[in-house]
């Protein structure tokens, strides 16, 4: 049966299961900024209707999750955000929400969403789901439900009907202008608590979408479920964006550093320079963003030096460039990557990169030679992720063809999600650990002269791949270390973040030293 409100704005709940570590418990404060749901929560506020939060910091137990969620009120609308990661942990809050508000429209959206709808419909209690983005369709939802009209033709849309099937509504077209989004409420979250804003980070998205076609990225299939996906990529103009930047910092003025977590910060590289622009004379706080390789010039490094950009990401993903280009559909050599990261080290700015361990047809020597091109880069940190196969992707497929998913899907509590004989998990797991300490010895065996460097290159290289190496115990021993290492790192976030700044700072000045 339809909801009728008769008239009354509606009362939403937001629902985010925010946290990658499943063993965490009792985490009170902290967690992620989302901006699509500040965004959400920005039109509908806009259109007169009451939006909250229900921001899941660590696993609930049933009794922790149903004492909180009837403790924030009663709600006419419950919308979850789903990633493939957390989707096994929905299931379960989407069932208790629905024996504690029985009455409430449950509905859901984000990523997974977007590319496995039929799997999040086929939950018992899900009445609705959102494919792509959301934040009107939600304001139509909430404006139909209050005027007591039908709901279920809302483009986009998906529908559980009285009689149990589906109804699915086609994918509305993409608006093209951004600007014509509210400012994204911010205050939606405990802001000040986020674990960015504890040390004076700001977390912002100046665009939406992705030109690219990475396999292993849902950008490539988030794409195809629009019929205008050309204007997939878009950017606020860049008079919008430092808008944004001023209200946030009128609201929030102890942000001390902007970090811009666009899918590729210099995507368009005529908006990327106007903005720079414009946040120089504006805003100039010390920022990072992601960049790629390929559409770098060193004339835009240096411009985002001046802008007060003091460390940067790029994607590596994998030293093997048979597997960039085969598998991964990025079509950068190594000496291209090599050659841009000089820029950076020139205009001092530091260095991170983003890696992937564990592919589909990887086995530990072609793992080691993108801890080899990183050395070779001067990357001045690393982070290695361990290789997820998101549902509708391409290398999804490529890994389901090639027998590397486990029957009946990937267990949330997996480590490595790809079983592949060639390359055990193991191993996967001790070049993740040792990603970095790797990195670093090659990078001095790089700089020895070369009757000292080559043999300790082959004594590296014996250490990370040979037949005789404890992995399982080495393994252990890195997760002890880690355990204690991030308990302290959150005790100085938590109780004495100004120390973990300066220790920040000092850390990236280091690294971004100039090379004579």
């Not at 029957?407 to 191993?427: I, K, M, N, W, Y």
Request: proline residues 5%; charged residues 25%.
């Amino acid at each position: 049966m339809l909801k009728n409100l008769n008239g009354r704005k509606a009362r939403m709940l937001l629902v985010y299961p925010d946290y990658t570590d499943r063993e965490l418990t009792g985490k009170l404060t902290g967690g992620n900024y989302s901006e699509g749901l500040a965004s959400i929560s920005a039109v509908m506020k806009q259109g007169g209707h009451d939006v909250k939060l229900l921001h899941l910091l660590y696993l609930h137990t049933e009794e922790d999750f149903k004492q909180k969620l009837s403790a924030m009120g009663e709600f006419d609308i419950v919308g979850f955000s789903i990633r493939t990661t957390a989707f096994p942990d929905s299931q379960l809050y989407i069932k208790w929400a629905h024996e504690v508000l029985p009455d409430a429209l449950i509905t859901a959206g984000s990523y997974h969403c977007t590319l496995a709808p039929d799997e999040v419909m086929s939950l018992s209690g899900v009445d609705a789901l959102t494919i792509g983005d959301g934040e009107y369709q939600a304001l139509e939802l909430a404006d139909k439900m209050s005027a007591g009209e039908d709901y279920t033709n809302i483009l986009s849309m998906w529908f559980r009907m009285e009689d149990g099937s589906i109804k699915k509504n086609p994918v509305a077209p993409l608006f093209e202008d951004l600007d014509r989004l509210p400012i994204p409420d911010f205050e939606l979250f405990d802001y000040d608590n986020l674990d960015s804003v504890k040390v004076g980070t700001a977390i912002v998205m100046m665009s939406r979408g992705c030109r690219y076609n990475c396999t292993y990225c849902g950008n490539s299939q988030f794409r195809n479920v629009y019929p205008n996906k050309k204007i997939y990529s878009r950017f606020r103009s860049p008079e919008n964006g430092i808008l944004y930047l001023k209200t946030l910092l009128s609201k929030h003025p102890q942000i001390k550093v902007i970090n811009f977590r666009d899918a590729i910060f210099n995507m368009m590289p005529d908006w990327t320079e106007k903005f720079l622009d414009l946040y120089t004379k504006e805003i100039h706080l010390p920022f990072t963003g992601n960049i790629r390789f390929d559409i770098l010039t060193e004339e835009s490094v240096k411009k985002m030096k001046e802008a007060g950009c003091y460390t940067i990401d790029m994607g590596l993903e994998s030293g093997d460039q048979e597997m960039r280009f085969k598998y991964l559909k990025r079509y950068m050599t190594d000496d291209m990557i090599i050659n841009c990261s000089k820029w950076f080290h020139k205009y001092g700015i530091a260095q991170l990169t983003y890696n992937i361990i564990g592919l589909p047809y990887e086995d530990k020597y072609r793992a080691l030679k993108t801890i080899k091109l990183n050395a070779k880069a001067g990357a001045d940190r690393v982070i290695p992720n361990i290789f997820y196969p998101y549902p509708g992707t391409k290398l999804y497929d490529i890994a389901l063809e090639g027998g590397f998913i486990p029957e009946g899907g990937v267990s949330p509590d997996a480590r490595v999600p790809l079983v592949q004989p060639q390359f055990p998990e193991h191993e996967v797991l001790y070049l993740q650990a040792y990603f970095a300490h790797f990195v670093r010895r090659y990078k001095w065996a790089y700089a020895m002269p070369a009757w000292l460097g080559k043999p300790y290159e082959k004594w590296l290289d014996h250490r990370a791949t040979g037949k005789h190496v404890p992995y399982k115990f080495l393994v252990s021993l890195h997760d002890g270390y880690s355990k204690v290492r991030n308990g302290l790192k959150n005790i100085l976030i938590d109780h004495l973040p100004k120390v973990y700044m300066k220790l920040r700072v000092w850390k990236h000045k280091k690294r971004a030293k100039k090379v004579d």
